[in-house]
């Protein structure tokens, strides 16, 4: 009997091993499927990674008579004829010879949006008034340069190139061709726009066509894919490529077939562009309207200068019949742009090997069912694995994955070489790898990693010791939060938008790590909670998670130590700057701290949720922040913050109404993050507070002369704020206020 239930239990383990074998097994697929449809960014990174190797491997053949030239403004055109931008009248010429040597077509990868400075009319506001009218007189008869260089326009095949923006003029583009959509509109695919930058309306009304210079590039800022299309509006345009094309073929329109053209879906609810035809030219594209180019490597050697088409020293059989742009090479004028097989090519470069391969009908292709293709790859990988495993030896299923995985990745390369298909061999070889390593084995990394990312994660921006106290109890990862007593820190950088418009995203990212890693460090070193970052700013707060019964002074001396530091950074930021040879602007903060019980916790969604504080002194805090924009201080402090440091030194600057609240606050700042200079500290303190008190009790001759005084003083951390009360006081006196008060209203958050 006994000898009988063992092979029955044995057969019943030996199920029930099976079952959860294939329960992994489906988890495992049910898992890659969701990865696969959730396009993580690190998928889309390795999956260019290994299309740009695949461009390395084999770049295109270099085209020994391009259908397409590159007339380049380049440094010995600039010594020759002058710096950019060249007087529209040069413009002219150069257009002129090139339609005299025949061009197609001559595109323009460069913009024409304000008039020519040097031309005669343009000059009149320099010369003296009473000399103005002679002047005028005598040039009265000459045509202005933009016109000369419209009637070079007129006279030959040319494009001009446009931008669209959003938040530009919300003008509608000035479409040269007619646009035929084949099928339900496909605006919604395209990069869309609100607005465009365009050149001058008379050089747009000469020229033959005008095309978006717009570049879409990927998330790692490489140039792989160029749009064809784009939608303003929900009207389409095209690109300043596609235009070229037309223009030199002499269509006058556009064919766009979508993806439900003849009632067909395509494949999908929302129409997507499938073809754009010019003419002979039927152009498949993706379901956004663009092109995967194949790149070749950069030859600037081909290039031909500006220089020598002016002087006449350009043979015609290298324009004649040939699609010319217009750009430029010349140091501190590049349109810089990265491909997989160049760091840096000029973006006219790029317009080329477009226009190149368009006419040749000759890109890459990702079939729209790519995707399809390859989680099939991937679930067939898994499930072939899934059958072996158990039947294998440790050493045969791991020869059998790497065969597996070696035949993905031929196959990716062989799909390329043969037909310029891009299909991604990462996801299906990554599934089968991760699955070929074993449950056991991968379950105890995955719990490994995602306490290693626990501590990565919440060291950023709270403090080691909360780190450790998380580690040890994950059970406080969860929903919910507690009442406490906080101090809250706001930081905000001034006018970063300014900063941010002369900064590239590279230089832009840079600034901002190198402004908020020493200011977190500082809140962190100080025993604080970096909260969150808004962009430019910092939230921050102390007393939780761990306790901290000096929070308003730890508050307090981490915003003086982030006043102190600024000095340092921009010092440190100038000294970058000019060693670059650019300029620089001294870049400011704004500081509000504020003391008060708070909602703290682990807030949000059941799905999602971050370690925030939130309550109305944490709104308050927020408004004292933005308050040092109207008071032109740098740090502003909350009453019941300054009640509980009775040691610091601080000083009165408003009794305020905050926006949207009823009850007025007294607002302090930290003597020590003015820059006070040279003089009794005690003696400016009595002045003063004197000066508050006759400016509330509407004193105002007083409280003039009091002020006067203070100003004469020329305290460089007080002059912000005492111009705000000169003009407090002359707006209170013009309006005969009888019923002041002495709280002042805001009537923004600032």
């Given at each position: 009997?006994?000898?009988?239930?063992k092979?029955?239990?044995?057969?019943?383990?030996?199920?029930?091993?099976?079952?959860?074998?294939?329960?992994?097994?489906?988890?495992?697929?049910?898992?890659?499927v969701?990865?696969?449809?959730?396009?993580?960014?690190?998928l889309?990174?390795?999956?260019?990674?290994?299309?740009?190797?695949?461009?390395?491997?084999?770049?295109?053949?270099?085209?020994?008579?391009?259908?397409?030239?590159?007339?380049?403004?380049?440094?010995?055109?600039?010594?020759?004829?002058?710096q950019?931008?060249?007087?529209?009248?040069?413009?002219?010429?150069?257009?002129?010879?090139?339609?005299?040597?025949?061009?197609?077509?001559?595109?323009?990868?460069?913009?024409?949006?304000?008039?020519?400075?040097t031309?005669?009319?343009?000059?009149?506001?320099?010369?003296?008034?009473?000399?103005?009218?002679?002047?005028?007189?005598?040039?009265?008869?000459?045509?202005t340069?933009?016109?000369?260089?419209?009637?070079a326009?007129?006279?030959?095949?040319?494009?001009?190139?446009?931008?669209?923006?959003?938040?530009?003029?919300?003008?509608?583009?000035?479409?040269?061709?007619?646009?035929?959509?084949?099928?339900?509109?496909?605006?919604?695919?395209?990069?869309?726009?609100?607005?465009?930058?365009?050149?001058?309306?008379?050089?747009?009304?000469?020229?033959?066509?005008?095309?978006?210079?717009?570049?879409?590039?990927?998330?790692?800022?490489?140039?792989?894919?160029?749009?064809?299309?784009?939608?303003?509006?929900?009207?389409?345009?095209?690109?300043?490529?596609?235009?070229?094309?037309?223009?030199?073929?002499?269509?006058?329109?556009?064919?766009?077939?979508?993806s439900?053209?003849?009632?067909?879906?395509?494949?999908?609810?929302?129409?997507?562009?499938?073809?754009?035809?010019?003419?002979?030219?039927?152009?498949?594209?993706?379901?956004?309207?663009?092109?995967?180019?194949?790149?070749?490597?950069?030859d600037?050697?081909?290039?031909?200068?500006?220089?020598?088409?002016?002087?006449g020293?350009v043979?015609?059989?290298?324009?004649s019949?040939?699609?010319?742009?217009?750009?430029?090479?010349?140091?501190?004028l590049?349109?810089?742009?990265?491909?997989?097989?160049?760091?840096?090519?000029?973006?006219?470069?790029?317009?080329?090997?477009?226009i190149?391969?368009?006419?040749?009908?000759?890109?890459?292709?990702?079939?729209?069912?790519?995707?399809?293709?390859?989680?099939?790859?991937?679930?067939?990988?898994?499930?072939?694995?899934?059958?072996?495993?158990?039947?294998l030896s440790?050493?045969?299923?791991?020869?059998?994955?790497?065969?597996?995985i070696?035949?993905?990745?031929?196959?990716?390369?062989?799909?390329?070489?043969?037909?310029?298909y891009?299909f991604?061999?990462?996801?299906?070889?990554?599934?089968?790898?991760?699955?070929?390593?074993?449950?056991?084995?991968y379950?105890?990394?995955?719990?490994?990693?995602?306490?290693?990312?626990?501590?990565?994660?919440?060291?950023?921006?709270?403090?080691?010791?909360?780190?450790?106290?998380?580690?040890?109890?994950?059970?406080?990862?969860?929903?919910?939060?507690?009442?406490?007593?906080?101090?809250?820190?706001?930081?905000?950088?001034?006018?970063?938008?300014?900063?941010?418009?002369?900064?590239?995203?590279?230089?832009?990212?840079?600034?901002?790590?190198?402004l908020?890693?020493?200011?977190?460090?500082?809140?962190?070193?100080?025993?604080?909670?970096?909260?969150?970052?808004?962009?430019?700013?910092?939230?921050?707060?102390?007393?939780?998670?761990?306790?901290?019964?000096?929070?308003?002074?730890?508050?307090?001396?981490?915003?003086?130590?982030i006043?102190?530091?600024?000095?340092?950074?921009?010092?440190?930021?100038?000294?970058?700057?000019?060693?670059?040879?650019?300029?620089?602007?001294?870049?400011?903060?704004?500081?509000?701290?504020?003391?008060?019980?708070?909602c703290?916790?682990?807030?949000?969604?059941?799905?999602?949720?971050?370690?925030?504080?939130?309550?109305?002194?944490?709104?308050?805090?927020?408004?004292?922040?933005?308050l040092?924009?109207?008071?032109?201080?740098?740090?502003?402090?909350?009453?019941?913050?300054?009640?509980?440091?009775?040691?610091?030194?601080?000083?009165?600057?408003d009794?305020?109404r905050?926006?949207?609240?009823?009850?007025?606050?007294?607002?302090?700042?930290?003597?020590?993050?003015?820059?006070?200079?040279?003089?009794?500290?005690?003696?400016?303190?009595?002045?003063?507070?004197?000066?508050?008190?006759?400016?509330?009790?509407?004193?105002?001759?007083?409280?003039?002369?009091?002020?006067?005084?203070?100003?004469?003083?020329?305290?460089?951390?007080?002059?912000?704020?005492?111009?705000?009360y000169?003009?407090?006081?002359?707006?209170?006196?013009?309006?005969?206020a009888?019923?002041?008060?002495?709280?002042?209203?805001?009537?923004?958050?600032?």
């Amino acid at each position: 009997m006994a000898s009988e239930r063992k092979p029955a239990r044995a057969r019943s383990d030996g199920r029930a091993k099976s079952r959860v074998y294939w329960l992994f097994v489906g988890a495992f697929l049910f898992a890659a499927v969701a990865v696969f449809y959730a396009n993580l960014g690190v998928l889309q990174s390795l999956r260019y990674l290994v299309f740009d190797s695949y461009q390395r491997i084999a770049p295109a053949a270099s085209i020994s008579n391009s259908p397409v030239r590159i007339v380049d403004v380049d440094e010995a055109s600039i010594a020759r004829f002058g710096q950019w931008p060249w007087p529209r009248t040069t413009m002219a010429r150069l257009t002129n010879a090139l339609g005299a040597l025949h061009a197609k077509a001559i595109v323009f990868d460069v913009m024409f949006s304000e008039p020519d400075r040097t031309s005669p009319e343009q000059m009149l506001q320099w010369v003296d008034p009473d000399q103005r009218s002679v002047l005028q007189n005598a040039i009265g008869g000459w045509p202005t340069h933009d016109a000369l260089f419209a009637d070079a326009l007129a006279r030959n095949p040319t494009v001009l190139a446009a931008t669209f923006e959003d938040g530009g003029p919300a003008e509608t583009f000035p479409l040269k061709a007619g646009m035929v959509v084949s099928g339900s509109d496909p605006a919604p695919s395209l990069p869309s726009f609100s607005g465009f930058a365009g050149d001058l309306p008379s050089l747009i009304e000469a020229a033959h066509g005008i095309g978006s210079m717009n570049w879409v590039p990927d998330r790692d800022q490489v140039m792989r894919r160029v749009p064809l299309l784009f939608a303003q509006g929900g009207a389409l345009a095209p690109s300043l490529a596609l235009e070229g094309l037309r223009v030199a073929e002499g269509q006058t329109t556009y064919v766009v077939r979508s993806s439900n053209a003849h009632g067909s879906n395509g494949g999908g609810a929302r129409p997507r562009v499938i073809q754009v035809r010019v003419g002979d030219h039927a152009l498949a594209t993706d379901a956004t309207g663009a092109i995967w180019l194949h790149f070749r490597r950069s030859d600037r050697g081909a290039y031909i200068s500006a220089a020598r088409v002016l002087s006449g020293e350009v043979d015609a059989a290298q324009i004649s019949g040939k699609i010319v742009l217009i750009g430029t090479s010349a140091p501190g004028l590049l349109d810089l742009r990265a491909t997989p097989l160049d760091a840096a090519i000029p973006g006219v470069e790029v317009h080329q090997q477009a226009i190149e391969q368009m006419i040749a009908n000759d890109y890459l292709t990702r079939p729209d069912f790519a995707p399809a293709i390859e989680l099939l790859t991937a679930v067939l990988a898994v499930l072939v694995l899934a059958f072996a495993a158990p039947r294998l030896s440790a050493s045969a299923g791991a020869f059998l994955g790497a065969a597996i995985i070696a035949a993905i990745l031929l196959a990716g390369i062989g799909l390329f070489l043969s037909g310029g298909y891009l299909f991604d061999p990462i996801f299906p070889s990554a599934c089968a790898a991760l699955f070929a390593s074993g449950s056991g084995l991968y379950l105890f990394q995955r719990t490994e990693q995602q306490r290693a990312e626990i501590r990565r994660a919440f060291g950023q921006y709270v403090s080691p010791g909360v780190v450790r106290q998380l580690a040890a109890n994950p059970a406080a990862l969860k929903l919910g939060g507690e009442v406490r007593d906080l101090s809250l820190l706001f930081c905000d950088v001034r006018n970063f938008t300014g900063i941010s418009e002369g900064l590239s995203a590279e230089e832009l990212t840079s600034f901002i790590n190198s402004l908020l890693t020493p200011l977190s460090d500082i809140i962190i070193e100080r025993g604080g909670t970096v909260d969150k970052y808004m962009g430019d700013s910092i939230m921050a707060f102390w007393n939780a998670p761990t306790d901290d019964s000096e929070h308003a002074r730890h508050a307090c001396e981490a915003a003086e130590q982030i006043v102190a530091r600024m000095v340092d950074l921009n010092t440190q930021w100038r000294a970058n700057a000019e060693a670059a040879g650019r300029s620089f602007a001294k870049v400011s903060i704004g500081i509000g701290v504020n003391s008060g019980e708070c909602c703290v916790g682990n807030l949000g969604s059941e799905r999602r949720f971050d370690y925030s504080a939130i309550g109305d002194n944490v709104n308050v805090t927020a408004r004292l922040e933005g308050l040092t924009k109207i008071l032109g201080l740098a740090f502003v402090a909350g009453e019941e913050t300054v009640r509980r440091l009775p040691d610091m030194a601080f000083l009165e600057v408003d009794l305020i109404r905050l926006k949207g609240r009823s009850a007025p606050s007294r607002v302090f700042t930290l003597m020590s993050t003015i820059e006070l200079g040279q003089g009794d500290h005690a003696d400016l303190k009595n002045a003063h507070d004197s000066f508050i008190a006759a400016y509330r009790a509407a004193a105002w001759a007083d409280a003039r002369a009091q002020l006067a005084a203070l100003q004469a003083r020329d305290i460089k951390g007080l002059n912000a704020l005492y111009a705000v009360y000169q003009e407090r006081i002359a707006a209170l006196e013009s309006e005969n206020a009888g019923d002041w008060d002495g709280v002042f209203t805001a009537t923004t958050k600032a």
